[in-house]
């Protein structure tokens, strides 16, 4: 909860001292967009909000921390000594490049507004910074604006057996040996959808949004198959369900069934989550499904079930342990899932970009062998690399139509065709066209990734332009 709240805090903080404008309907987002594309010239902070800012990004633990701080220094960290970077700190950045970095952190995460609801959802933007704090938090949070309160409170992010450092099977067996209670419960293979009652009001939404096919599709269930609970939510919950349904077919196939089986209940007040018994009660008062729970003997047992059985394909489980000093979770999933759902050779730069711009590659990379992942990694640096170069060659592109076709301010209608035969060839037209138009800047150009084939073309015109022989656009195959 206080990574959200002290990130809308600190976003509040910078604006004010800015002075930075934004719409009633957009808050958030266009402050965080305005952070970002302050300009350097002359350019300071106050002592007290530097602090300020400084603490929150320690707050936060950015994955990549000390890439950023070296890499925002103008230090090459693949040619730069490990010592000197990991001697790096906040305080070694100006005033505008640590408001800079503020920015990209803040952008890992998305913001959106319905009314007085705020909606917050990691980002691609994850790739840069790497994993935070923050990023982990903001899977389908929903806050009221007007009081700062939560209205919907779903899962934090958690992760697959010794995938991070926190789910180690050392760790989850040292857990396991404290625990008070543990639940074992099936893992479907659907879309979240999280539920309140607010004011009266039902919210619903997914992770990342309040609009969605997903919605549309459990609206029609809720109100025709679970249309007691519908028409009786309790207030003062957040009731989270797994969307299984064949127009929202994921991996695996349930044929025709059309369902929403409650996962979780969590209690708004104290953030708690409720049993599973107590799931089990509440989903037979209020005439729901649920998801099947497995009795917890030896986590081995689960792990060699995973591996060895190929007969009953599920996507696998999900392990809760609550000891006396915390409530954890983390999932197992069948080999055969893996192997239905995994890149099986080390992709292409092309299928990592369609991945990031489908928004699936956080899916993919939970399942990819760490080689694989290593290598998806990299191309992902190399995608934001290539952004970063896009940009540069938008800025220069511009400054000489300006000089070639003698532009005062913004482009002038009797010259539109003129820069349009110019740049009939050119893959970043559209970005150079609006910024001569004043609607935008390079800075702000790739907020939302170009499709998949825009960036292949301007990815082999940048090659070109800037003499870089190496193509890995198309260079890797995959099964």
Same mark, same amino acid.
């Given at each position: 909860?206080?990574?959200? !709240?002290?990130?809308?805090?600190?976003?509040?903080?910078?604006?004010?001292?800015?002075?930075?404008?934004?719409?009633?309907?957009?808050?958030?987002?266009?402050?965080?967009?305005?952070?970002?594309?302050?300009?350097?010239?002359?350019?300071?902070?106050?002592?007290?909000? +530097?602090?300020?800012?400084?603490?929150? !990004?320690?707050?936060?633990?950015?994955?990549?921390?000390?890439? !950023?701080?070296?890499?925002?220094?103008?230090?090459?960290?693949?040619?730069?000594?490990?010592?000197?970077?990991?001697?790096?700190?906040?305080?070694?950045?100006?005033?505008?490049?640590?408001?800079?970095?503020?920015?990209?952190?803040?952008?890992?995460?998305?913001?959106?507004?319905?009314?007085?609801?705020?909606?917050?959802? /990691?980002?691609?933007?994850?790739?840069?910074?790497?994993?935070?704090?923050?990023?982990?938090?903001?899977?389908?949070?929903?806050?009221?604006?007007?009081?700062?309160?939560?209205?919907?409170?779903?899962?934090?992010?958690?992760?697959?057996?010794?995938?991070?450092?926190?789910?180690?099977?050392? &760790?989850?067996?040292?857990?396991?040996?404290?625990?008070?209670?543990?639940?074992?419960?099936?893992?479907?293979?659907?879309?979240?959808?999280?539920?309140?009652? $607010?004011?009266?009001?039902?919210? #619903?939404?997914?992770?990342?949004?309040?609009?969605?096919?997903?919605?549309?599709?459990?609206?029609?269930?809720?109100?025709?198959?679970?249309?007691?609970? /519908?028409?009786?939510?309790?207030?003062?919950?957040?009731?989270?369900?797994?969307?299984?349904?064949?127009?929202?077919?994921?991996?695996?196939?349930?044929?025709?069934?059309?369902?929403?089986?409650?996962?979780?209940?969590?209690?708004?007040?104290?953030?708690?989550?409720?049993?599973?018994?107590?799931?089990?009660?509440?989903?037979?008062?209020?005439?729901?499904?649920?998801?099947?729970?497995?009795?917890?003997?030896?986590?081995?047992?689960?792990?060699?079930?995973?591996?060895?059985?190929?007969?009953?394909?599920?996507?696998?489980?999900?392990? &809760?342990?609550?000891?006396?000093?915390?409530?954890? #979770?983390?999932?197992?999933?069948?080999?055969? $899932?893996?192997?239905?759902? &995994?890149?099986?050779?080390?992709?292409?730069?092309?299928?990592? /970009?369609?991945?990031?711009?489908?928004?699936?590659?956080?899916?993919? #990379?939970?399942?990819?062998?760490?080689?694989?992942?290593?290598?998806?990694?990299?191309?992902?640096?190399?995608? $934001?690399?290539?952004?970063?170069?896009?940009?540069?060659?938008?800025?220069?592109?511009?400054?000489?139509?300006?000089?070639?076709?003698?532009?005062?301010?913004?482009?002038?209608?009797?010259?539109?065709?003129?820069?349009?035969?110019?740049?009939?060839?050119?893959?970043? #037209?559209?970005?150079?066209? +609006?910024?001569?138009?004043?609607?935008?800047?390079?800075?702000?150009?790739?907020? +939302?990734?170009?499709?998949?084939?825009?960036?292949?073309?301007?990815?082999?015109?940048?090659?070109?332009?800037?003499?870089?022989?190496?193509?890995?656009?198309?260079?890797?195959?995959?099964?």
């Amino acid at each position: 909860m206080k990574y959200i !709240l002290d990130t809308l805090n600190i976003i509040d903080k910078v604006a004010s001292e800015l002075n930075l404008s934004y719409s009633k309907e957009n808050k958030y987002s266009d402050l965080v967009q305005g952070i970002y594309i302050v300009e350097e010239n002359g350019f300071n902070i106050s002592v007290d909000l +530097r602090k300020s800012i400084e603490e929150y !990004l320690v707050l936060v633990e950015n994955e990549k921390e000390k890439e !950023l701080i070296a890499k925002f220094n103008g230090l090459v960290v693949e040619e730069t000594d490990k010592e000197i970077i990991s001697n790096l700190s906040y305080s070694d950045l100006s005033d505008w490049k640590l408001v800079h970095l503020l920015a990209v952190t803040l952008r890992t995460i998305s913001y959106t507004q319905k009314g007085n609801l705020l909606l917050v959802k /990691y980002s691609n933007n994850i790739w840069v910074t790497g994993w935070n704090k923050l990023a982990k938090q903001s899977r389908g949070k929903v806050i009221d604006l007007n009081t700062m309160t939560y209205v919907s409170y779903p899962f934090n992010k958690f992760y697959n057996l010794n995938e991070v450092e926190e789910t180690k099977e050392e &760790r989850v067996l040292d857990l396991l040996s404290k625990a008070k209670e543990v639940y074992v419960t099936d893992k479907k293979d659907g879309s979240a959808i999280i539920v309140t009652n $607010y004011n009266g009001n039902i919210i #619903m939404n997914t992770n990342g949004s309040f609009d969605s096919v997903q919605i549309s599709l459990a609206q029609k269930l809720f109100e025709n198959k679970y249309s007691y609970f /519908y028409n009786n939510i309790p207030e003062g919950y957040t009731f989270i369900f797994e969307l299984i349904h064949p127009d929202n077919r994921i991996v695996l196939d349930y044929g025709k069934e059309k369902s929403l089986y409650l996962l979780a209940i969590r209690e708004l007040d104290t953030l708690k989550m409720k049993t599973y018994p107590e799931l089990l009660s509440f989903a037979k008062k209020y005439k729901l499904d649920i998801t099947e729970s497995f009795e917890y003997t030896d986590l081995f047992d689960f792990v060699e079930k995973a591996v060895n059985d190929t007969e009953n394909i599920k996507e696998g489980w999900v392990f &809760r342990i609550i000891t006396d000093e915390e409530d954890f #979770m983390f999932k197992l999933k069948y080999q055969e $899932y893996f192997k239905l759902a &995994r890149i099986k050779n080390i992709p292409s730069l092309k299928k990592v /970009y369609s991945l990031l711009v489908s928004n699936t590659i956080d899916d993919v #990379m939970s399942v990819a062998e760490s080689s694989i992942k290593d290598a998806i990694n990299r191309d992902i640096t190399e995608i $934001y690399d290539y952004i970063e170069k896009f940009k540069i060659i938008i800025s220069e592109e511009v400054e000489e139509i300006k000089e070639k076709f003698e532009i005062k301010g913004i482009l002038e209608k009797d010259k539109i065709k003129l820069v349009l035969d110019y740049l009939k060839e050119n893959p970043f #037209m559209s970005y150079i066209l +609006r910024e001569l138009k004043g609607g935008m800047t390079s800075a702000t150009a790739f907020d +939302r990734l170009p499709s998949l084939n825009n960036f292949g073309n301007m990815y082999k015109y940048t090659n070109k332009k800037l003499g870089i022989e190496e193509d890995n656009w198309e260079s890797r195959e995959i099964l």
